[in-house]
């Protein structure tokens, strides 16, 4: 999307816009999607006030010049000032791996099975859709017992212990960590631990549990390390490297491939195409009539929902691809009969109404930020 800067400088725009909105205060950074970066883009965070963002480890490690603490400590980004934080390897290996990760212990609730399709046909119909098809519901009686079939009842109680368990292993191997790098460093190191929030409850049902009893252990069990975040440690030491973090992602080899490979680089002619078209009415409509406002903003929508990298994502790791494929095509779809009715200021009323309750994210977006 480099080729596109009113695009990046949109979807920034409009992230910082809505998190303004809905919870009262600018944000002072960013989690980039997908971990993405790209030199030059940092100019554009700065711009909306944006204070740090968050890259994957490789992207601090060859920063250019080549930071001296890795990424145990933020780089500011030379030209903009903008800080760069670096994902942790190892704490995000002990989370997330589903080989090796906590979320994958024995003793907790196996996501993949549910009484919607558990339970006898003869009983479990009544209570799904009307026409009796399967489905989830919520209902979940086995723990992951191991790679089987056969699993296990779930017990709360011993998922809960599990939970403090490895709570503890979380907070010792991170006072290990901490020791090392502290003694090899000259500033305080700072360890990032970032993750998904629908990890915690939704494919980790413990996870909620693992994160109150890390905190109450972290604040009374030990006195080694501290719990922070990116903008007290930027305040609490404000002087450190200038470098520029090198373009990366967090998808598979580190770099921007698994979107952009032989099964969905298709998507993206009609992206750009998207975009030429989404800034050109944007420069020509300066003082539009309510019918065309309306038409201009639900381009910006269909815009912004036709981007989303969870589409080229789902394609390339052949997981529901019909679904992405249709999304992507049917938001290109509305907003180009949206651009072709509104330079042929033939707008249909009714079908724009219909559109706008159907894709109806960014309720105060505003096209002119396309200019």
Not at 99 to 123: A, C, K
Request: glycine letters at 6%; proline letters at 6%; aromatic letters at 14%.
């Amino acid at each position: 999307m480099r080729k596109h800067p009113q695009s990046v400088r949109a979807q920034i725009g409009v992230a910082v816009d809505n998190h303004t909105r809905l919870l009262g205060q600018a944000p002072k950074g960013i989690w980039l999607p997908e971990c993405a970066f790209y030199p030059e883009l940092d100019k554009i965070l700065a711009a909306y006030g944006l204070r740090y963002f968050i890259v994957d480890t490789h992207g601090i490690n060859y920063a250019h010049p080549r930071p001296r603490h890795k990424n145990y400590a933020p780089l500011f980004c030379e030209g903009s000032g903008v800080a760069a934080f670096g994902r942790d390897l190892e704490t995000s290996v002990q989370v997330w791996s589903k080989d090796s990760g906590y979320p994958g212990d024995v003793m907790y609730r196996e996501f993949y099975r549910d009484i919607g399709y558990d339970l006898d046909d003869e009983y479990i119909a009544p209570y799904v859709q009307p026409d009796g098809k399967r489905k989830n519901t919520g209902i979940k009686y086995h723990r992951i017992t191991g790679k089987t079939d056969q699993k296990e009842p779930y017990d709360p109680y011993w998922a809960k212990e599990r939970a403090a368990m490895h709570a503890s292993n979380f907070m010792y191997n991170r006072e290990q960590q901490i020791t090392h790098l502290a003694a090899n460093m000259d500033i305080p190191p700072v360890v990032l631990a970032p993750y998904d929030a629908e990890l915690f409850g939704h494919w980790w049902y413990e996870g909620p549990w693992w994160i109150e009893y890390l905190i109450r252990k972290v604040a009374y069990d030990q006195d080694v390390i501290k719990l922070t975040h990116m903008r007290e440690y930027l305040t609490l030491h404000p002087t450190q490297q200038v470098s520029m973090p090198a373009e990366s992602s967090w998808g598979a080899s580190g770099y921007h491939e698994f979107w952009l490979s032989d099964c969905n680089a298709w998507i993206y002619r009609y992206l750009h195409k998207a975009q030429d078209r989404m800034t050109e009415a944007a420069n020509r409509f300066h003082e539009p009539t309510e019918l065309e406002a309306r038409a201009l903003n639900q381009m910006a929508r269909e815009l912004l929902l036709a981007q989303a990298s969870d589409w080229a994502f789902i394609i390339k790791s052949d997981t529901m691809v019909e679904y992405a494929v249709k999304r992507t095509v049917n938001h290109i779809r509305r907003f180009t009969r949206l651009y072709d009715e509104l330079m042929g200021f033939n707008i249909d009323p009714q079908w724009l109404t219909k559109v706008e309750a159907l894709d109806n994210i960014f309720p105060h977006v505003d096209y002119r930020i396309y200019r």
